[in-house]
């Protein structure tokens, strides 16, 4: 790399006179000088610049192509919305013409509907109440069974002693045993 750089440095230091050279002073550069760079730069920057060129124009012409596209789906987009703009005009046209009549029957029916809706939701809610209430009573109910009989069979249980006990289970078993001959 340094005897490139040693290369172009001491292209200045050739002497101009009686010999042919690149005169590295960019203002006292004359015109062949220039005329050759130029053509070194057509020359080679032709094609370069053409490929830029064709890539710019093709760049270009995809978007017109592309908004030319867009442009059509627009203008049908466009066509659609006014057709359906169109219908729903005469639709409107039609809902008026035909009054306020359907729309009177449809809020009766609406009221209506919604008053058995309410009417059914009141008695379902009454029914809902009255078995909760049930549910409740039937829960007291085995709840002070249940502290009644653990009272009884305490108060039984304190106050048999083992005979009594044992007359209590014969008199049932006898008991027992006349209902079963009954049913024979």
Request: hydrophobic share 40%.
């Amino acid at each position: 790399m340094k005897n490139i750089t040693d290369f172009f440095v001491s292209l200045g230091y050739w002497p101009s006179a009686g010999s042919f050279g690149f005169n590295t002073d960019i203002l006292a550069t004359n015109l062949i000088n220039l005329s050759i760079v130029l053509g070194v730069l057509i020359f080679f920057g032709k094609g370069v610049l053409n490929d830029l060129l064709d890539n710019r124009k093709q760049k270009i012409l995809s978007t017109i192509q592309n908004s030319e596209e867009l442009r059509k789906g627009a203008i049908e987009q466009l066509e659609r919305a006014r057709a359906r703009l169109r219908k729903v005009e005469i639709e409107a046209d039609e809902y008026r013409i035909n009054g306020y009549s359907d729309i009177e029957r449809e809020k009766v029916n609406l009221i209506n509907a919604t008053s058995d809706s309410l009417e059914r939701l009141e008695n379902y809610k009454n029914e809902t109440l009255h078995f909760e209430q049930q549910r409740a009573i039937n829960q007291v109910r085995q709840r002070v069974f249940q502290q009644a009989l653990q009272g009884a069979l305490g108060t039984l249980n304190s106050c048999l002693n083992k005979e009594l006990h044992f007359r209590t289970i014969s008199a049932n078993i006898s008991t027992l045993g006349a209902m079963e001959k009954i049913t024979d």
